[in-house]
T-cell receptor, first 114, second 112 residues
């Protein structure tokens, strides 16, 4: 385990469903991130939270809704997704954005939209 | 937007050989990082090199950075089958505090 825990590991959902992805870290990090990884594409940054404040929304469709109740927890709420949203969703954490630290990633949630 | 781009896209070598992967980027950076990803898993941070550094070592890993050419290389010496994975470079942009942007990665296969 890396210290960043993502649940569930796998998720299959219909296009009309509502589900949530959860990410938790107890590393004392203040920044948390959601990335999307699709086949044959670079990792796409979706959202950034720095000290619980959203500092970046990388033109993500509104069917993805992030929530960061505290520095240790990050959620990604999903509703009315499309099949092209099927991907590996990765959560990461780090010390504050802009400092010289590496990111710690969770193992990801493999999402399939049917 | 994609900042780093790794080359080659795929690399296959015999166990014991050295593996070299390259990364090119577009803008000025504060630091460049290399990550490894085993199939279907999260990324693992390997090494960070600051923009004022030219070379860094960590175990069997050697990273170089050439800011004039906006490029970096990752060398894995005496490769092992367990090194089989995808390797990504990531950069943050200068000035300001920006999150990391990743390339598409190099898929390394080490054959025993």
């Amino acid at each position: 385990e890396t210290g960043v825990t993502q649940t569930p590991r796998h998720l299959v959902m219909g296009m009309t469903n509502k589900k949530s992805l959860k990410c938790e870290q107890h590393l004392g990090h203040n920044a948390m991130y959601w990335y999307k990884q699709s086949a044959k594409k670079p990792l796409e940054l979706m959202f950034v939270y720095n000290f619980k404040e959203q500092t970046e929304n990388n033109s993500v469709p509104s069917r993805f809704s992030p929530e960061c109740p505290n520095s240790s927890h990050l959620f990604l709420h999903l509703h009315t997704l499309q099949p092209e949203d099927s991907a590996l969703y990765l959560c990461a954490s780090s010390h504050p954005v802009g400092k010289y630290y590496g990111y710690t990633f969770g193992s990801g949630t493999r999402l399939t939209v049917v | 937007s994609q900042q780093g781009e790794e080359d080659p896209q795929a690399l296959s070598i015999q166990e014991g050989e050295n593996a070299t992967m390259n990364c090119s980027y577009k803008t000025s950076i504060n630091n460049l990082q290399w990550y490894r990803q085993n199939s279907g898993r999260g990324l693992v941070h390997l090494i960070l090199i600051r923009s004022n550094e030219r070379e860094k070592h960590s175990g069997r890993l050697r990273v170089t950075l050439d800011t004039s050419k906006k490029s970096s290389s990752l060398l894995i010496t005496a490769s092992r089958a367990a090194d089989t994975a995808s390797y990504f470079c990531a950069t943050d942009e200068r000035p300001g505090n920006t999150p990391l942007v990743f390339g598409k990665g190099t898929r390394l296969s080490v054959i025993a």
